[in-house]
């Protein structure tokens, strides 16, 4: 194994300094350089208040009826939290291009949604919830405009008030003139099937005669929405009174998301289900809000980011029509997207970005996952495919670990909206610690395998 690493390190080594030998132009990470999204006049989001005081949080079996209670909303419990703001609907597309353009937010980590190659990027959906924002997009966003998303605590709160309610609007059952979420119904062979009210993301506030008790829209559907709280399965029996909230690493060094989305049906759409990334990382089906703490009493406690020793690493270089290449290393892991002579008609900015990957149901990931992302340099107000491009490049991945991944099973997939897939990648040569493919569409990679782990259920008794 050490001969093999001391070889791959030479064959990328004689790449790099090959590679190098083009003069390739560093780009500095500015606005008009990572979005070409042009937005003016956008309306800030409203606001509605929440007062101080306290509610149930959490649910019971016996008045959730066959919506379900799951053991990580158990117990209910009282919780006392002090006054707050909340984003009365979700952050739109235009709203977060703000940021984007502003230097002060990265760009979504894809510009589609579940049904639309052109969304983030396309003025007719300017007005819909932003997707493809993994938690620290989101807080950052919030922390440009001096605000934070909210605690779990406040999240659920604002949906549900003081009462028990399962949705936004009530007690109500979840039907599409209500929310945009999914249904589900029996065919006559008896045969589970689902019908969803749209299909994908709408406007935000498209269903202002079903408010929270407080004024707040969407929180039941649409989008599920990030929280500032990281997972603990089973904080509720260890719950504060005052202002809960998880600042540490929780359970897995995960955050939380709430409430559902178009694609959710009733019982992983109420305003006590949690959910959390390991379980839920579909980014075309997550967005978010933001809060603020209002009046005097005992403070919320900001949230802070995800600890980590450095930066999320990135990478970003200029490429022309005489072709080139931009590579990231990180540690046990090596990233190199070369475009060939001729690919571009004009210069283009490609950024690499690494990205947490969790494992799917049944795959292995092997830590190594990023996003490519590009844009026109010569001219930022015309608009360009975002999801493909018009020729393929090359990716040439190292990699020393294998995260438990069964040898000569590692492959190269990409995210899209139904899930991790080979398509559209076409493998040029693998070895036991690298691999080369040519892909066209841009978006979030990342390598997985078979494994040959065992995961065994628990049941746990009340």
Request: with cysteine; charged share 15%; proline share 7%.
């Amino acid at each position: 194994m050490k001969l093999k690493s001391i070889y791959l390190c030479a064959v990328l080594g004689v790449l790099l300094i090959g590679l190098m030998t083009t003069h390739l132009t560093t780009a500095s990470f500015s606005a008009t350089e990572r979005h070409t999204l042009t937005t003016s006049n956008v309306a800030s989001s409203q606001e509605v208040y929440v007062p101080a005081g306290e509610f149930l949080m959490g649910c019971s079996t016996d008045t959730a009826g066959d919506l379900g209670c799951d053991n990580d909303a158990r117990p209910i419990h009282a919780v006392y939290l002090d006054a707050f703001y909340i984003d009365k609907t979700e952050v739109t597309n235009a709203q977060y291009a703000e940021c984007v353009n502003a230097g002060r937010c990265l760009p979504p980590l894809s510009f589609s949604s579940s049904s639309r190659p052109s969304y983030y990027d396309n003025p007719t959906y300017a007005n819909y919830p932003v997707l493809h924002v993994d938690w620290q997009r989101a807080n950052a966003y919030c922390q440009w405009l001096g605000k934070r998303l909210p605690t779990e605590a406040e999240w659920e709160k604002a949906a549900r008030g003081t009462d028990r309610r399962p949705f936004a609007w009530g007690y109500a059952p979840l039907t599409c003139d209500k929310t945009n979420s999914n249904t589900f119904y029996y065919n006559w062979q008896g045969e589970y099937r689902e019908s969803p009210c749209v299909g994908d993301t709408a406007p935000v506030g498209s269903y202002p005669d079903y408010p929270s008790p407080y004024g707040a829209l969407d929180m039941t559907g649409n989008v599920r929405e990030w929280v500032s709280d990281f997972y603990i399965r089973f904080f509720y029996v260890q719950s504060v009174y005052y202002n809960p909230t998880v600042v540490n690493q929780g359970d897995k060094g995960e955050h939380l998301v709430r409430g559902g989305s178009w694609k959710d049906i009733g019982p992983h759409s109420t305003t006590w289900i949690r959910l959390d990334e390991a379980d839920i990382y579909e980014t075309h089906l997550i967005g978010f809000r933001c809060a603020r703490t209002a009046g005097h009493g005992t403070p919320t406690p900001t949230p802070t980011l995800t600890p980590t020793p450095t930066p999320t690493p990135y990478a970003t270089r200029s490429i022309g029509t005489a072709g080139g290449a931009v590579w990231l290393t990180y540690p046990q892991h090596l990233t190199l997207l070369t475009v060939p002579q001729g690919s571009l008609d004009s210069k283009h900015v490609f950024t690499l970005t690494y990205n947490r990957v969790l494992n799917t149901q049944n795959l292995q990931a092997n830590n190594h996952s990023f996003s490519i992302e590009t844009r026109r340099q010569d001219n930022p107000s015309v608009e360009m495919p975002q999801s493909y491009l018009d020729q393929p490049v090359r990716l040439f991945l190292g990699y020393h670990e294998l995260a438990g991944i069964i040898p000569n099973t590692i492959n190269l997939y990409r995210l899209s909206a139904s899930g991790w897939t080979t398509e559209n990648i076409t493998k040029v040569t693998q070895a036991a610690d690298y691999l080369v493919a040519d892909i066209q569409w841009l978006g979030v990679y990342g390598l997985f395998g078979e494994t040959n782990r065992i995961y065994l259920p628990i049941v746990l008794r009340e």
